[in-house]
């Protein structure tokens, strides 16, 4: 797996122009000043989600003769409503391989977009990841994670934050799920603002990256589900490790509790509706200010002065968004 370089970013930025947009860079309403925090809006995009960027970039930059069976991919919501968008556009048919604990409003919309939704077991769904096919599917595959052509397009986020800020930001915090947003980002900050450290953020009841980095190789770690359905797995793929090792500087570690709190004050504070993954660095920055950060290599975050966390998308299920904001923490 190769990282994209610059140039594939840059050409990624001018292929997805007429799909993704350019989102809002924001200064965070949180109580305090160091560090100073920034946040990133990427449910802003068409899909309320990141994904759009990659998904755009892999299938516009496919030969139109390799779609002539339809798009497939493997995803619990956001990848798939980025493939289902792009399929839209360009009159291919979308079927998705999704985990059976997909929530509802990520498979409804995938649906609206004319997607094809699949559920199978969650280790299914991994393997179909790493298969990069499932049985009885034809189409040309997009990956969600490991591809250059998915991680060139999230790459045009870094390259967003560094017209914005310049080289003045210590650190980006990015929700991990399968690697693809952070080392999309990590490349493109490497090439402009070297400087620029990324970190992954995860939740403790699915941390595969923490202990993964310190092992020094892929771990499997026991996965708890919980809402925070955008981000977290048993196990860092096998074929990104390399590239993660590379580009990421370490990883953040929140709670579930922290998480849900997070979204509850973006709601309330800066009324941005996120998911539990798009809350996440939200989550990790307040742990740098209150002293207890955890994860790998994260000592080195003590004492950051600018941070920006990329709210990766806002698609969460309504009836949980209720009742964190009533204060209950969902299972």
Not at 242 to 269: D, E, I, N
Not at 283 to 288: E, Q, Y
Request: proline share 5%; hydrophobic share 45%.
């Amino acid at each position: 797996m190769n990282a994209p370089s610059l140039g594939d970013i840059e050409a990624a930025r001018l292929r997805i122009a007429h799909i993704a947009r350019r989102t809002p860079l924001v200064r965070a309403d949180v109580d305090g000043d160091v560090p100073e925090l920034w946040l990133k809006l990427e449910n802003l995009q068409p899909i309320g989600a990141f994904k759009i960027r990659g998904a755009a970039n892999a299938m516009m930059a496919a030969d139109r003769a390799a779609l002539a069976n339809g798009v497939i991919t493997a995803s619990a919501g956001n990848m798939a409503q980025g493939v289902a968008w792009c399929a839209r556009e360009l009159g291919v048919r979308c079927r998705v391989v999704a985990p059976e604990h997909a929530p509802r409003a990520k498979t409804d919309a995938i649906e609206r977009l004319g997607g094809e939704v699949h559920k199978v077991p969650f280790a299914e769904w991994w393997q179909t990841l790493l298969d990069r096919r499932y049985p009885g599917l034809d189409g040309y595959f997009v990956h969600p994670f490991a591809d250059t052509h998915v991680m060139a397009g999230n790459g045009t986020i870094g390259l967003e934050i560094f017209e914005e800020l310049g080289d003045d930001v210590d650190a980006v915090l990015v929700p991990y799920g399968g690697g693809g947003l952070a080392c999309g980002i990590a490349a493109a900050l490497r090439a402009v603002s070297p400087r620029t450290k990324v970190y992954a953020v995860e939740v403790d009841t699915a941390a595969p990256l923490t202990a993964t980095f310190a092992a020094g190789e892929p771990t499997t770690v026991t996965r708890t589900r919980t809402f925070i359905d955008g981000m977290g797995s048993d196990r860092v793929s096998d074929e990104m490790w390399p590239l993660v090792q590379t580009l990421l500087a370490g990883t953040v570690v929140v709670s579930v509790a922290q998480v849900a709190a997070a979204v509850k004050a973006l709601a309330q504070r800066g009324r941005v509706v996120a998911e539990g993954a798009g809350a996440s660095p939200l989550a990790a920055a307040l742990t740098l200010r209150s002293g207890a950060v955890r994860g790998a290599n994260a000592e080195a975050l003590c004492g950051v002065r600018r941070v920006v966390g990329i709210v990766s998308g806002g698609n969460i299920d309504t009836d949980v968004l209720s009742s964190i904001l009533q204060g209950e923490l969902p299972r």
